[in-house]
Protein backbone atom coordinates (compact mmCIF):
# COMPACT_ATOMS: atom_id res chain seq x y z
CA UNK A 1 0.00 0.00 0.00
CA UNK A 2 2.75 2.54 1.03
CA UNK A 3 4.96 1.47 -1.74
CA UNK A 4 2.36 1.79 -4.14
CA UNK A 5 1.34 5.39 -3.10
CA UNK A 6 5.37 6.23 -3.08
CA UNK A 7 5.31 4.54 -6.75
CA UNK A 8 2.45 6.61 -7.53
CA UNK A 9 3.80 9.80 -6.18
CA UNK A 10 6.70 9.24 -8.24
CA UNK A 11 5.34 8.55 -11.48
CA UNK A 12 3.54 12.29 -10.91
CA UNK A 13 6.73 13.93 -10.01
CA UNK A 14 8.17 12.30 -13.14
CA UNK A 15 5.24 12.96 -15.09
CA UNK A 16 5.73 16.35 -14.63
CA UNK A 17 9.27 16.45 -14.59
CA UNK A 18 9.39 15.08 -18.70
CA UNK A 19 6.15 17.55 -19.23
CA UNK A 20 9.05 20.61 -18.44
CA UNK A 21 10.02 21.67 -21.46
CA UNK A 22 13.62 21.91 -21.83
CA UNK A 23 14.90 25.53 -21.06
CA UNK A 24 15.47 27.63 -23.90
CA UNK A 25 19.05 29.08 -24.41
CA UNK A 26 19.19 33.01 -26.00
CA UNK A 27 22.99 34.01 -26.56
CA UNK A 28 23.91 37.79 -27.97
CA UNK A 29 27.17 39.19 -28.51
CA UNK A 30 30.68 38.90 -29.99
CA UNK A 31 32.87 36.51 -31.78
CA UNK A 32 33.21 34.98 -28.44
CA UNK A 33 29.91 33.15 -28.81
CA UNK A 34 29.01 33.65 -32.31
CA UNK A 35 28.15 30.16 -34.13
CA UNK A 36 27.88 31.13 -37.08
CA UNK A 37 25.49 34.75 -38.08
CA UNK A 38 28.39 36.08 -39.84
CA UNK A 39 28.10 32.92 -42.00
CA UNK A 40 24.79 34.29 -43.65
CA UNK A 41 26.25 38.05 -44.00
CA UNK A 42 28.56 40.28 -46.31
CA UNK A 43 31.32 40.47 -44.00
CA UNK A 44 34.99 40.05 -43.81
CA UNK A 45 34.56 38.79 -39.63
CA UNK A 46 34.02 35.46 -40.59
CA UNK A 47 35.07 32.07 -39.52
CA UNK A 48 33.77 29.93 -42.37
CA UNK A 49 37.06 28.14 -44.24
CA UNK A 50 39.24 25.66 -42.50
CA UNK A 51 41.01 24.94 -40.19
CA UNK A 52 37.88 26.59 -38.21
CA UNK A 53 36.17 23.85 -37.08
CA UNK A 54 38.61 21.01 -37.27
CA UNK A 55 37.99 19.76 -33.97
CA UNK A 56 34.29 20.28 -34.45
CA UNK A 57 31.97 16.85 -34.95
CA UNK A 58 31.82 17.32 -38.88
CA UNK A 59 35.10 18.37 -39.01
CA UNK A 60 34.08 21.41 -40.85
CA UNK A 61 33.85 25.24 -40.73
CA UNK A 62 30.67 26.49 -38.99
CA UNK A 63 31.45 29.85 -38.77
CA UNK A 64 32.44 29.44 -34.68
CA UNK A 65 36.02 31.14 -34.20
CA UNK A 66 37.01 27.95 -32.62
CA UNK A 67 38.81 25.14 -33.44
CA UNK A 68 35.36 23.02 -32.28
CA UNK A 69 33.05 23.72 -29.98
CA UNK A 70 32.41 26.90 -28.27
CA UNK A 71 31.12 28.57 -25.27
CA UNK A 72 27.39 28.25 -25.74
CA UNK A 73 27.67 24.76 -27.12
CA UNK A 74 29.57 23.96 -23.77
CA UNK A 75 26.87 24.95 -21.99
CA UNK A 76 24.62 23.68 -23.79
CA UNK A 77 26.22 20.39 -22.97
CA UNK A 78 26.55 20.80 -20.01
CA UNK A 79 23.11 21.26 -19.43
CA UNK A 80 21.87 18.56 -21.35
CA UNK A 81 20.17 21.81 -23.63
CA UNK A 82 19.47 21.16 -27.31
CA UNK A 83 22.17 23.11 -29.32
CA UNK A 84 21.28 26.45 -30.02
CA UNK A 85 20.93 27.66 -33.94
CA UNK A 86 22.39 30.67 -34.92
CA UNK A 87 19.58 33.28 -35.90
CA UNK A 88 19.61 33.96 -39.29
CA UNK A 89 19.93 30.16 -39.95
CA UNK A 90 17.28 28.84 -42.26
CA UNK A 91 17.25 25.49 -40.17
CA UNK A 92 15.73 27.62 -36.98
CA UNK A 93 12.33 27.23 -37.93
CA UNK A 94 9.26 25.37 -36.24
CA UNK A 95 9.49 23.58 -33.26
CA UNK A 96 13.49 23.90 -33.09
CA UNK A 97 12.53 27.89 -32.19
CA UNK A 98 11.86 26.77 -28.45
CA UNK A 99 15.36 26.11 -28.00
CA UNK A 100 15.87 29.00 -28.28
CA UNK A 101 18.25 31.45 -30.43
CA UNK A 102 21.78 32.69 -31.14
CA UNK A 103 22.06 36.66 -32.05
CA UNK A 104 25.92 36.66 -31.52
CA UNK A 105 27.94 38.36 -34.75
CA UNK A 106 31.62 38.39 -34.74
CA UNK A 107 32.93 41.93 -34.69
CA UNK A 108 30.63 44.26 -32.80
CA UNK A 109 30.60 46.05 -29.86
CA UNK A 110 28.90 48.40 -26.94
CA UNK A 111 28.87 50.88 -29.92
CA UNK A 112 27.56 51.15 -33.51
CA UNK A 113 30.86 52.40 -34.80
CA UNK A 114 33.03 49.30 -33.38
CA UNK A 115 33.85 46.95 -36.41
CA UNK A 116 33.09 49.16 -39.17
CA UNK A 117 36.11 47.76 -41.09
CA UNK A 118 34.21 44.46 -40.97
CA UNK A 119 30.86 45.66 -42.86
CA UNK A 120 27.85 44.25 -42.58
CA UNK A 121 27.70 43.33 -39.36
CA UNK A 122 24.44 42.37 -36.69
CA UNK A 123 25.40 45.19 -34.05
CA UNK A 124 23.92 45.01 -30.82
CA UNK A 125 20.88 47.23 -31.03
CA UNK A 126 20.11 45.24 -34.08
CA UNK A 127 20.55 41.87 -32.37
CA UNK A 128 17.79 42.92 -29.85
CA UNK A 129 15.78 43.78 -32.53
CA UNK A 130 15.66 40.19 -33.94
CA UNK A 131 15.09 39.00 -30.70
CA UNK A 132 11.72 40.45 -30.88
CA UNK A 133 11.24 39.15 -34.07
CA UNK A 134 11.73 36.10 -32.88
CA UNK A 135 8.90 36.38 -29.84
CA UNK A 136 6.58 37.36 -32.66
CA UNK A 137 7.73 34.10 -34.56
CA UNK A 138 7.22 31.96 -31.84
CA UNK A 139 4.22 33.24 -30.66
CA UNK A 140 2.60 32.58 -33.95
CA UNK A 141 3.64 28.74 -33.55
CA UNK A 142 2.74 28.31 -29.66
CA UNK A 143 0.31 31.61 -28.49
CA UNK A 144 1.14 34.95 -26.92
CA UNK A 145 1.42 33.59 -23.34
CA UNK A 146 3.39 30.36 -23.50
CA UNK A 147 5.70 32.56 -25.52
CA UNK A 148 6.51 34.92 -22.99
CA UNK A 149 7.05 32.12 -20.55
CA UNK A 150 9.77 30.73 -22.79
CA UNK A 151 11.16 33.73 -22.58
CA UNK A 152 11.01 34.33 -19.04
CA UNK A 153 12.63 31.37 -18.45
CA UNK A 154 15.34 31.11 -20.59
CA UNK A 155 18.73 31.18 -19.58
CA UNK A 156 20.79 34.53 -21.75
CA UNK A 157 24.49 34.74 -22.35
CA UNK A 158 25.89 37.84 -23.27
CA UNK A 159 29.89 38.32 -23.87
CA UNK A 160 30.61 41.79 -25.18
CA UNK A 161 32.78 44.87 -25.16
CA UNK A 162 36.29 43.23 -25.87
CA UNK A 163 35.65 44.85 -29.56
CA UNK A 164 35.58 48.25 -28.35
CA UNK A 165 39.05 48.35 -27.19
CA UNK A 166 40.45 46.01 -29.15
CA UNK A 167 38.52 47.04 -32.65
CA UNK A 168 37.88 50.47 -31.85
CA UNK A 169 39.74 52.82 -28.82
CA UNK A 170 43.08 50.44 -29.80
CA UNK A 171 42.07 49.82 -33.50
CA UNK A 172 44.78 52.37 -34.62
CA UNK A 173 47.19 54.52 -32.72
CA UNK A 174 45.06 58.28 -32.28
CA UNK A 175 41.64 56.38 -33.39
CA UNK A 176 38.78 59.01 -33.42
CA UNK A 177 37.21 57.39 -30.13
CA UNK A 178 41.04 57.69 -28.22
CA UNK A 179 41.44 61.60 -29.54
CA UNK A 180 37.64 61.47 -27.75
CA UNK A 181 37.78 60.05 -24.49
CA UNK A 182 40.54 59.95 -21.94
CA UNK A 183 40.72 55.41 -21.19
CA UNK A 184 38.64 56.36 -18.18
CA UNK A 185 35.93 58.52 -19.79
CA UNK A 186 35.54 55.83 -22.45
CA UNK A 187 34.73 53.09 -20.06
CA UNK A 188 32.26 55.21 -18.47
CA UNK A 189 30.74 55.98 -21.32
CA UNK A 190 30.70 52.22 -23.10
CA UNK A 191 29.21 50.76 -19.34
CA UNK A 192 26.44 53.57 -19.83
CA UNK A 193 25.40 52.50 -23.08
CA UNK A 194 25.84 48.82 -21.67
CA UNK A 195 23.46 49.22 -19.30
CA UNK A 196 20.76 50.10 -21.97
CA UNK A 197 21.59 47.26 -23.63
CA UNK A 198 20.96 45.17 -20.34
CA UNK A 199 17.88 47.34 -19.49
CA UNK A 200 16.63 46.32 -22.88
CA UNK A 201 16.71 42.69 -22.90
CA UNK A 202 14.77 43.04 -19.20
CA UNK A 203 12.17 44.82 -20.76
CA UNK A 204 11.87 42.33 -23.48
CA UNK A 205 11.13 39.39 -21.15
CA UNK A 206 14.70 37.97 -19.81
CA UNK A 207 15.21 36.45 -16.36
CA UNK A 208 18.69 34.98 -16.19
CA UNK A 209 21.51 36.43 -17.88
CA UNK A 210 24.84 35.84 -17.80
CA UNK A 211 27.45 38.75 -18.48
CA UNK A 212 30.98 37.90 -18.77
CA UNK A 213 33.62 40.87 -18.57
CA UNK A 214 36.34 40.88 -21.14
CA UNK A 215 39.21 38.66 -20.74
CA UNK A 216 43.11 39.97 -20.21
CA UNK A 217 43.27 41.10 -24.03
CA UNK A 218 46.80 42.36 -23.19
CA UNK A 219 47.62 38.52 -23.36
CA UNK A 220 46.11 37.41 -26.89
CA UNK A 221 48.68 36.47 -29.11
CA UNK A 222 47.46 39.06 -31.51
CA UNK A 223 48.52 42.18 -28.98
CA UNK A 224 52.03 39.86 -28.09
CA UNK A 225 52.69 40.13 -31.86
CA UNK A 226 52.02 44.23 -32.32
CA UNK A 227 52.33 45.51 -29.24
CA UNK A 228 54.38 43.44 -26.58
CA UNK A 229 58.19 44.08 -26.91
CA UNK A 230 59.13 41.07 -24.46
CA UNK A 231 56.45 38.76 -24.68
CA UNK A 232 54.60 40.02 -21.54
CA UNK A 233 50.89 40.90 -21.68
CA UNK A 234 50.14 44.90 -23.00
CA UNK A 235 49.90 47.02 -19.83
CA UNK A 236 47.64 49.12 -21.36
CA UNK A 237 45.04 46.86 -22.71
CA UNK A 238 45.32 44.85 -19.14
CA UNK A 239 44.53 48.32 -17.47
CA UNK A 240 41.81 48.28 -20.09
CA UNK A 241 40.09 45.19 -19.56
CA UNK A 242 40.39 46.08 -15.39
CA UNK A 243 39.05 49.31 -15.81
CA UNK A 244 35.98 47.72 -17.87
CA UNK A 245 35.73 44.74 -15.50
CA UNK A 246 35.17 46.66 -12.61
CA UNK A 247 32.75 48.91 -13.83
CA UNK A 248 30.97 46.06 -15.30
CA UNK A 249 30.18 44.31 -11.80
CA UNK A 250 29.10 47.47 -9.94
CA UNK A 251 27.00 48.24 -13.19
CA UNK A 252 25.50 44.68 -12.93
CA UNK A 253 24.86 45.03 -9.28
CA UNK A 254 22.84 48.93 -9.39
CA UNK A 255 21.22 47.10 -12.26
CA UNK A 256 19.80 44.22 -10.14
CA UNK A 257 19.29 46.72 -7.26
CA UNK A 258 17.21 48.84 -9.55
CA UNK A 259 14.81 45.92 -10.58
CA UNK A 260 14.81 43.73 -7.10
CA UNK A 261 16.24 40.46 -7.56
CA UNK A 262 19.51 39.06 -9.05
CA UNK A 263 18.75 38.73 -13.22
CA UNK A 264 22.17 39.74 -14.11
CA UNK A 265 25.04 37.02 -13.19
CA UNK A 266 28.68 39.02 -13.43
CA UNK A 267 31.45 36.13 -15.05
CA UNK A 268 34.71 36.93 -14.62
CA UNK A 269 35.99 36.30 -17.91
CA UNK A 270 39.18 37.95 -17.03
CA UNK A 271 40.22 35.88 -14.21
CA UNK A 272 38.94 32.38 -15.78
CA UNK A 273 41.71 32.84 -18.92
CA UNK A 274 44.55 34.29 -16.47
CA UNK A 275 44.44 31.09 -14.32
CA UNK A 276 45.74 29.31 -17.41
CA UNK A 277 47.34 32.21 -19.12
CA UNK A 278 49.73 32.85 -16.32
CA UNK A 279 50.08 28.87 -15.74
CA UNK A 280 49.79 26.87 -19.01
CA UNK A 281 51.24 23.68 -17.63
CA UNK A 282 48.91 23.60 -14.71
CA UNK A 283 45.96 23.14 -17.06
CA UNK A 284 47.42 20.78 -19.70
CA UNK A 285 49.09 23.08 -21.99
CA UNK A 286 52.56 23.69 -23.77
CA UNK A 287 51.81 27.49 -24.38
CA UNK A 288 49.29 29.91 -23.59
CA UNK A 289 51.36 32.58 -25.79
CA UNK A 290 51.84 31.32 -29.25
CA UNK A 291 48.17 30.84 -30.51
CA UNK A 292 47.51 27.21 -32.14
CA UNK A 293 46.54 28.83 -36.25
CA UNK A 294 48.38 32.34 -37.13
CA UNK A 295 51.52 33.42 -38.30
CA UNK A 296 54.33 35.61 -37.50
CA UNK A 297 55.26 36.01 -33.98
CA UNK A 298 53.45 34.14 -31.53
CA UNK A 299 51.02 33.11 -34.40
CA UNK A 300 49.73 36.62 -33.83
CA UNK A 301 49.76 38.48 -36.71
CA UNK A 302 47.09 38.28 -39.50
CA UNK A 303 44.02 35.82 -39.60
CA UNK A 304 43.79 32.02 -39.88
CA UNK A 305 43.68 30.45 -42.86
CA UNK A 306 44.62 27.26 -45.00
CA UNK A 307 47.89 28.88 -45.22
CA UNK A 308 48.67 29.49 -41.72
CA UNK A 309 50.90 27.40 -39.33
CA UNK A 310 48.58 24.89 -37.60
CA UNK A 311 49.15 22.75 -34.54
CA UNK A 312 48.95 19.36 -34.42
CA UNK A 313 47.08 18.77 -31.17
CA UNK A 314 44.49 21.71 -30.65
CA UNK A 315 44.32 20.90 -26.86
CA UNK A 316 47.48 21.72 -26.20
CA UNK A 317 47.25 25.67 -26.89
CA UNK A 318 45.15 27.91 -24.63
CA UNK A 319 44.62 29.69 -27.79
CA UNK A 320 43.69 28.63 -31.05
CA UNK A 321 43.88 31.83 -33.18
CA UNK A 322 45.29 35.19 -32.04
CA UNK A 323 42.28 36.07 -30.32
CA UNK A 324 39.93 33.32 -29.22
CA UNK A 325 40.28 30.39 -27.08
CA UNK A 326 40.92 26.61 -27.96
CA UNK A 327 37.86 24.35 -27.37
CA UNK A 328 39.80 22.60 -24.48
CA UNK A 329 39.92 26.77 -22.74
CA UNK A 330 36.90 26.77 -23.34
CA UNK A 331 36.28 24.24 -21.36
CA UNK A 332 38.24 25.51 -18.75
CA UNK A 333 36.00 28.99 -18.51
CA UNK A 334 32.44 26.34 -18.40
CA UNK A 335 33.27 24.88 -15.55
CA UNK A 336 34.33 28.15 -13.61
CA UNK A 337 31.18 29.71 -15.14
CA UNK A 338 29.03 26.14 -13.53
CA UNK A 339 30.86 25.73 -10.43
CA UNK A 340 33.12 28.84 -9.64
CA UNK A 341 33.58 30.42 -6.13
CA UNK A 342 31.60 34.26 -6.12
CA UNK A 343 35.49 34.98 -7.26
CA UNK A 344 34.49 34.11 -10.85
CA UNK A 345 30.92 34.04 -10.46
CA UNK A 346 28.44 37.08 -9.45
CA UNK A 347 26.56 36.52 -7.15
CA UNK A 348 25.99 33.47 -8.05
CA UNK A 349 27.41 30.05 -10.32
CA UNK A 350 25.65 28.18 -13.37
CA UNK A 351 25.05 25.26 -10.87
CA UNK A 352 23.11 27.38 -8.65
CA UNK A 353 20.92 29.33 -10.81
CA UNK A 354 19.82 25.79 -12.33
CA UNK A 355 18.79 24.46 -8.65
CA UNK A 356 16.94 27.93 -7.75
CA UNK A 357 15.09 27.86 -10.98
CA UNK A 358 14.21 24.65 -10.91
CA UNK A 359 12.74 24.90 -8.13
CA UNK A 360 10.20 27.55 -8.54
C1 LIG B 1 23.12 52.67 -32.24
O1 LIG B 1 22.20 52.85 -33.29
C2 LIG B 1 20.84 52.66 -32.92
C3 LIG B 1 19.98 52.76 -34.16
O2 LIG B 1 20.28 53.87 -34.91
C4 LIG B 1 20.47 53.68 -31.85
O3 LIG B 1 19.14 53.46 -31.44
C5 LIG B 1 21.41 53.53 -30.66
O4 LIG B 1 21.15 54.51 -29.69
C6 LIG B 1 22.86 53.66 -31.12
N1 LIG B 1 23.75 53.38 -29.99
C7 LIG B 1 24.71 54.22 -29.62
C8 LIG B 1 25.55 53.81 -28.47
O5 LIG B 1 24.93 55.28 -30.18
C1 LIG C 1 29.08 26.97 -7.11
O1 LIG C 1 28.66 25.69 -7.38
C2 LIG C 1 28.97 24.67 -6.43
C3 LIG C 1 28.28 23.43 -6.85
O2 LIG C 1 28.82 22.93 -7.99
C4 LIG C 1 28.64 25.08 -5.02
O3 LIG C 1 29.06 24.10 -4.10
C5 LIG C 1 29.24 26.41 -4.71
O4 LIG C 1 28.94 26.82 -3.42
C6 LIG C 1 28.81 27.43 -5.70
N1 LIG C 1 29.40 28.71 -5.41
C7 LIG C 1 28.70 29.82 -5.37
C8 LIG C 1 29.42 31.06 -4.97
O5 LIG C 1 27.55 29.88 -5.66
Redesign the pocket.
Known amino acids: MASSLIFCLCSLVLAFVSAQPKRAFFIFGDSLVDSGNNDFLATTARADAPPYGIDYPTHRPTGRFSNGLNIPDLISEQLGLEPTLPYLSPLLVGKKLLNGANFASAGIG???DTGFQFLHII?I?KQLKLFEHYQERLSGHVGAQRAGEVVNRALVLITLGGNDFVNNYYLVPYSARSRQFSLPDYVRYIIS?YRKVLRRMYDLGVRRVLVTGTGPMGCAPAELATRSRNGDCVVELQRAANLYNAQLVDMIKSLNREIGRDVFVAANAYQMHMDFISNPRAYGFVTSKVACCGQGPYNGVGLCTQLSNLCPDRDLYAFWDSFHPSEKASRIIVQQILRGSMEYMHPMNLSTIMALDTRT
Open positions: ILNHYE
